[in-house]
């Protein structure tokens, strides 16, 4: 009777240790998989904000050359784009509060939930 307690605990004792390191596994694994998806999103995420200030740079100078062209006068036409920015700029700075942080505010909660629900779909399928 010694003998086959003796023997349960030590299979509990295995057992025990190969829920600890699989345990320790999955986290790990669980690690890597959340910091190559953040990963991703950061690369992905910079290379389509690069591509979209190079579109706006080289569309601010083709607009301020076709406004060159058409006013007869470079300082004029380069003059009228750095008009449009001030006049967007303070368009953005009054409007700030009101609709752009409450836009971006309510977008990140959004995107946030959303992933959280993503991943408890995704660990209900386990």
């Known amino acids: 009777m010694q ?7 030590e299979d509990l004792y295995e057992d025990a240790k190969k829920y600890i390191d699989t345990r320790v596994e999955y986290t790990r694994l669980y690690l890597v998989e959340k910091i ?15 591509c979209f200030v190079l ?5 601010t100078v ?6 060159s062209e058409v006013l007869g006068s470079y300082a004029r036409g380069f ?19 009101k609709y752009i942080e409450k836009a971006i ?10 992933k ?10 386990i």
Request: with cysteine; net charge negative; hydrophobic share 50%.
């Open 3 to 9: 003998e086959n307690k003796e023997k349960g605990i």
């Open 36 to 50: 190559s998806k953040v990963f991703a999103d950061v690369v992905t995420n910079a290379t389509v904000i690069l």
């Open 55 to 59: 579109a706006f740079l080289f569309g």
């Open 62 to 67: 083709t607009l301020a050359l076709f406004l």
């Open 79 to 97: 003059g009228c784009v750095s008009l449009i920015y001030v006049i967007l700029a303070l368009i953005v700075y009054f409007t700030k509060e």
């Open 105 to 114: 505010i309510n977008f990140t909660i959004r995107n946030y939930f959303n």
């Open 116 to 125: 959280l629900a993503d991943k408890d779909e995704e660990d209900e399928k």
